[in-house]
């Protein structure tokens, strides 16, 4: 963590004492703790027993139905990695999650800057409130307005082809080079209010002495959001960073199954629908659970990288 | 406190000037962009529902109907439902808030013999997922939680998630506080509940407000477990079903019938109960989030604290 | 002792007497848990129907509805095979819960003596109904089909499933003419078209809509079957003349292109647009509701909620009348066809079972045999009229040997609200229930559903339907296309659960909506190059998924004859 604790511990921290003895000594944190990580070992890792089912077959539903589920190995990865769809799904899931990551993280810091710049109380409430509103709109909804919007005769063909930028309409939902950019806009549009939540909460932490010190080094606005605003919430935003960056393999599958047609699905299909299609909705729980391990490995080494990289920059870490 | 107030009066830039107004636009513009899609959704909510179905309905219903409301409303199971998923969402969060924000704490003691073993463990929740089935065999073989409103609130006590971001907001804190603590000799236990946990209060709303969302928003755990026990459905789940029961008879309605007008009076369509489930179900977080906001106030915390 | 052993013999055989009073007269009330593979509502405490079941059999029932994914709730539901629900509705994966052992064999309660009612209801079709378990080789039901076992002659008033569907003022704008092949049906749109392209209020109007949203891409794929002349046997094509039912998928063969170049030109003409294949189905029934979308294929109860719009508004002439287009002798060369192929139009079916779907009695019921009586009871003539008219005088009405309703009662049955006070439909939906023509009693010649009844589908009919009908000399909207033939021996091919080769199906399903839509939005130059390679693609996921469906036919006829 944050490296404000140096030159204080010592005091406190017993030196030289072997381990149990240590926490022993600290057994007001331990009670405050252990608890939880044995409710967090309960529920999150005694089921991790199902991972077994990753070395199971069961293609055979009549089989599985009557709770035959024989060992086959490493086949359900083999047939996995033997499909070059399987493939361009993870090709499509990370661009999707790396334009969500980038796009969502830049505009929810943009607007809560700008928010905190705001000194009118009712007018920033207004503001924050009705930004994160759409958060709570199923995407179904969602994705049926940007279909209109971005439909050959939306409003957005209109504009364009009225500001002369184009001529003919374009063909924003039949088009697999759009499909990424517009799920990123859609997911911003959606989420940026919610998105700055955190970063406001993480905003109040910061001394207002540092503004006004700012100002007597004469500082202006721009050079206190820079030196003051930005870095107050740095931890926060290297922490969900690090977080996000683990998650990269996860981008859904309701916008894209929402969104996507025939003529994206190319660019639209990720490993979510993918497992969907291939193993869940067929009851493969070999197959589902083969892609679930692969998934949560590959989300290990980044997050360990990501961890790494950032320890290595002197940054927070989330280990 | 080491500012002057003199220092407010000294001339100020140009960009001081220009920065609120552009400021200000932005965001009233932003607000348009992200009204729409909501004021569009009340729209619908209060449009006739089969006129509804021909689209093109903008910012005001074409045809008034509060039917869409009433089909959802006169169904006594409705305040059943309400009633369980404001006490579950009330209970989880305040559960939540009370262990996460401890454990936050703990994790922050850089002297804690456990907290990179814990911290480790904690975090691997977030990437590795057993799957459905060991899960739902763990809640009903293990457990026995289903069928029972127990399973609303012990499986969902905890999100590494918000600890994180407890976490680094109390590492945020000054250390001070907690040496200074100590040195009146405060245990950790006196010193997150007396001294860490008031300071937390933007960030506990924070994550109260994640926790509460989740836990008001969620279906599943209705569907997986306790589908089967009418009084114990969840609002969620409740309104899931009547859009796919409105899904389901707009399929079924055209057997044999098509040539009767008079049967086919305006009735509620899956266009318009959407929108109105969609209404309902975020008029209630509407009304708690104003409490909730006051706390994400820039300033308060430190400036307290320092003084 | 002795004295203690024969009072105690004298009681056991005195009990075993009293035993069948016991289940008759003195029932101990229960309540049934059931699941119900679908969504629902939950019937309101008052319900009429459900209080009089209590009454009479002592059962009340606990229901739960499909919220989530079927298959994925199924799974779950059978790692407890010790706590089920009692009444047991797998919707459309029940084989599901059958393979998983779910279900107890029906036929160790349904016999000719104990159930005479449930035996001469499934007798008809037993063929179908009853199979021969795999394992054991002993005859198993597990099911008795929801819908589908019907008494008399079909009853055909419309076309309740797939058909080529034009609006009805295009059909009066052309002098009402008959439409039997692709080139006559396009050729009126587009002649309409030329001469009105916006409606009244000045919008446009599509010509022909492709609905490809997920399982809706029925409507882009199984056309080219109905063309061929044959009925709904899903994404394959059987030929029923030959002994062995050669049965392959068309959508790789030579006889598919003609529709797919044809639906390429009508894209190059204008009449498609290329909106439809990223149209959202709520987009779909916006377009047709909107009364702009001239034609389209499609099933009649895919789109009953824009038809309740358009009646709603009004717009006669803007709902469809079901056509049932074939391919016309030159539009397939010769050497393209199967082997001995005659083009002869069936749209309608014989009336099918709806094999394995309705309530299954779990393995983890404690009182089946009380289930079983309850359903041989309710197939009297007055449980039915119950269910399906609801109450004598409250609901309808008997007038000179006639069931009637009026407009009003009539408009309450398709209300949702009414229905959950007044109707059992969680219970009898998914129940034995008699359909079609009321053979016997007083009531003889009237049907079984009011939605069937002359009085109701013809006293009803709006005035612009009945003119409209009469320029054809018809009586009925089914006139516009052959009556039903015979049902084949396997049923329709679309219900054969494709579980053993899901992968493949899948993929075949894949290729198709990916490669499609490209195929007909192809410029002429491209399209041949374009279909052959959507071709070559799909033909390895095809064969896998031919040869198995003909595996699965040979074995339905092997059953139906009882081989």
């Known amino acids: ?319 | 406190m080491t500012g002057n107030a003199t220092q407010n009066y000294k001339p100020r830039k140009h960009y001081d000037v220009v920065f609120p107004i552009v400021n200000t636009i932005i965001l009233v513009i932003l607000m348009f962009v992200t009204l729409y899609p909501v004021i569009n959704t009340v729209a619908i909510s209060l449009n006739d529902g089969t006129d509804a179905l021909k689209g093109g309905i903008g910012l005001w219903p074409r045809v008034f109907s509060t039917k869409s409301y009433v089909s959802i409303l006169q169904d006594p199971a409705v305040y059943q439902a309400a009633w369980i998923s404001a006490s579950k969402t009330v209970i989880t969060t305040v559960l939540n808030l009370f262990w996460t924000g401890m454990l936050a704490y703990t994790l922050t003691r850089k002297e804690y013999v456990l907290r990179k073993f814990i911290t480790t463990v904690m975090v691997l929740t977030m990437y590795v997922n057993a799957g459905l089935i060991p899960n739902y065999l763990l809640i009903t073989k293990t457990l026995h939680l289903q069928k029972s409103y127990w399973v609303y609130i012990i499986p969902t006590m905890f999100s590494c998630f918000n600890m994180i971001v407890l976490r680094t907001y109390i590492a945020g804190l000054p250390e001070a506080l907690v040496e200074s603590a100590r040195i009146d000799g405060a245990g950790d236990i006196r010193i997150y509940w007396q001294i860490i946990f008031p300071l937390c209060k933007p960030v506990l709303a924070t994550v109260a407000l994640f926790v509460a969302v989740g836990s008001w928003n969620s279906w599943f755990d209705t569907h997986l477990y306790n589908a089967s026990k009418a009084n114990l459905h969840s609002l969620q789940y409740l309104l899931k079903m009547k859009l796919a029961t409105t899904n389901q008879s707009a399929n079924a309605a055209q057997s044999s019938v098509d040539a009767l007008a008079n049967t086919a009076s305006s009735k509620t369509t899956p266009v318009t109960i959407r929108c109105a489930i969609t209404v309902i179900s975020t008029v209630p977080i509407l009304v708690v989030y104003p409490f909730l906001q006051k706390y994400f106030v820039t300033g308060m915390v430190l400036g307290s604290v320092k003084g | 002792m002795r004295k203690l052993l024969s009072v105690l013999l004298t009681l056991c055989l005195l009990g075993s007497l009293l035993v069948p009073f016991a289940v008759a007269e003195a029932q101990e009330p229960i309540t049934l848990t059931v699941f119900r593979g679908d969504p629902g509502d939950q019937p309101y405490e008052d319900n009429k129907i459900y209080k009089k079941i209590e009454e009479e059999f002592g059962i009340k029932f606990e229901f739960e509805f499909l919220a989530g994914d079927l298959n994925e709730t199924l799974g779950l539901k059978l790692q407890d095979l010790e706590d089920l629900p009692d009444l047991f509705d797998g919707g459309n994966s029940a084989e599901m819960i059958i393979d998983g052992g779910a279900l107890i064999n029906l036929l160790d309660y349904i016999n000719p003596e104990d159930t005479p009612n449930l035996w001469a209801h499934i007798e008809p079709q037993k063929n179908r109904v009853i199979t021969k378990d795999e394992i054991t080789g002993e005859d198993v039901m597990y099911i008795i089909p929801n819908y589908g076992l019907t008494d008399g002659p079909q009853i055909a008033n419309s076309v309740g499933g797939p058909a080529f569907f034009i609006q009805k003022q295009v059909l009066a704008w052309g002098g009402y003419p008959e439409i039997h092949t692709l080139d006559e049906y396009f050729d009126l749109i587009e002649r309409f078209l030329a001469e009105n392209p916006t409606n009244a209020d000045g919008t446009p109007y599509v010509g022909f809509d492709i609905l490809t949203e997920d399982w809706r891409r029925f409507c882009m794929i199984n056309p080219v079957q109905h063309l061929m002349g044959r009925p709904n046997d899903g994404e394959v094509l059987i030929d029923v003349n030959k002994e062995d039912f050669p049965t392959e998928t068309f959508i790789n063969q030579p006889y598919a292109k003609p529709y797919y170049k044809k639906l390429n030109e009508e894209f190059q003409k204008g009449i498609i647009s290329p909106d439809t294949f990223v149209m959202s189905f709520d987009q779909y029934i916006a377009q047709l509701s909107s009364g702009i979308v001239l034609g389209m294929f499609d099933q009649a109860w895919d789109f009953g909620d824009a038809t309740n719009a358009l009646l709603t508004d009004g717009k006669f002439e803007n709902t469809y009348v079901a056509l049932g287009l074939i391919y016309d002798e030159d539009d397939v060369p010769a050497e393209d066809m199967p082997e001995g192929w005659k083009i002869e139009e069936h749209y309608l079916n014989g009336s099918l079972p709806n094999l394995d779907r309705g309530f299954g009695i779990s393995v983890s019921c404690k009182c089946p045999e009380r289930i079983i009586a309850m359903w041989e009871r309710m197939l009297d003539d007055d449980w039915q009229l119950l269910f399906n008219w609801g109450v004598e005088g409250e609901d309808y009405s008997i007038e000179n040997g006639r069931l009637t309703m009026t407009a009003e009662q009539y408009a309450n049955t398709q209300d949702v609200e009414w229905q959950r006070h007044n109707k059992a439909r969680a219970f009898f939906e998914s129940s034995p229930k008699r359909q079609g023509w009321i053979l016997d009693g007083d009531l003889k010649g009237n049907c079984w559903e009011p939605g069937n009844q002359d009085e109701i589908v013809f006293g009803l009919m709006n005035d612009y339907d009945k003119d409209f009908l009469g320029h054809y000399g018809y009586s009925k909207f089914a006139d516009f296309v052959n009556p039903p033939i015979e049902l084949a021996p396997y049923g329709e091919a679309w219900q054969i659960d494709k579980a053993p080769i899901d992968k493949d199906y899948q993929d075949f399903l894949n290729i198709q909506d990916t490669q499609l839509p490209a195929v007909i939005m192809a410029s002429p130059e491209e399209f041949d190059a374009k279909w052959d390679a959507f071709v070559e693609a799909i033909n390895p996921s095809c064969e896998v998924y031919s040869n198995f469906m003909h595996e699965e036919v040979l074995k339905l006829v092997a059953a139906y004859y009882g081989e």
């Open chain 1, 1 to 319: 963590m944050t490296d404000m604790t140096k030159g204080s511990t010592r005091y406190y921290m017993p030196r030289k004492k072997g381990f149990f003895a240590r926490l022993a000594s600290q057994w007001q944190l331990a009670l405050m703790s252990v608890p939880i990580l044995m409710y967090v070992f309960l529920f999150n890792y005694v089921p991790m027993w199902g991972w077994i089912n990753a070395f199971r077959d069961y293609g055979n539903r009549k089989l599985v139905a009557r709770g035959i589920t024989p060992f086959n190995g490493l086949d359900n990865f083999k047939w996995l990695f033997s499909r070059p769809d399987f493939y361009q799904t993870i090709r499509n899931t990370l661009a999707m999650s790396l334009i969500n990551l980038v796009l969502g993280t830049f505009s929810a810091i943009l607007l809560a800057v700008l928010l905190n710049e705001v000194r009118q109380k009712t007018f920033k409430r207004t503001v924050q409130t009705v930004t994160y509103l759409p958060h709570f709109l199923s995407m179904v909804i969602v994705v049926a307005m940007a279909q209109n919007i971005f439909a050959s005769t939306g409003p957005v063909n209109e504009l364009l082809t009225k500001l002369g930028i184009m001529k003919n309409p374009i063909f924003w939902l039949g088009e697999g080079k759009y499909f990424w950019g517009l799920v990123g806009v859609i997911n911003v549009w959606k989420e940026v209010g919610w998105g700055t939540i955190i970063y406001i909460s993480a905003m109040t932490s910061i001394d207002p002495a540092l503004y006004e010190a700012a100002s007597i080094d004469g500082a202006g606005r721009f050079q206190k959001i820079l030196h003051v605003t930005l870095p107050g919430i740095k931890s926060t935003f290297v922490i969900l960073l690090i977080m996000n960056i683990g998650h990269l393999m996860e981008a859904g599958f309701e916008i894209q199954y929402l969104l996507g047609n025939g003529l994206t699905a190319d660019f639209s299909r990720t490993i979510d629908i993918f497992v969907l299609e291939y193993g869940t909705s067929l009851m493969d729980f070999g197959v589902a659970t083969a892609a679930g391990i692969f998934k949560s490995v590959v989300a290990i080494i980044l997050l360990v990288g990501a961890n790494f990289i950032s320890k290595r920059l002197g940054e927070d870490t989330l280990v």
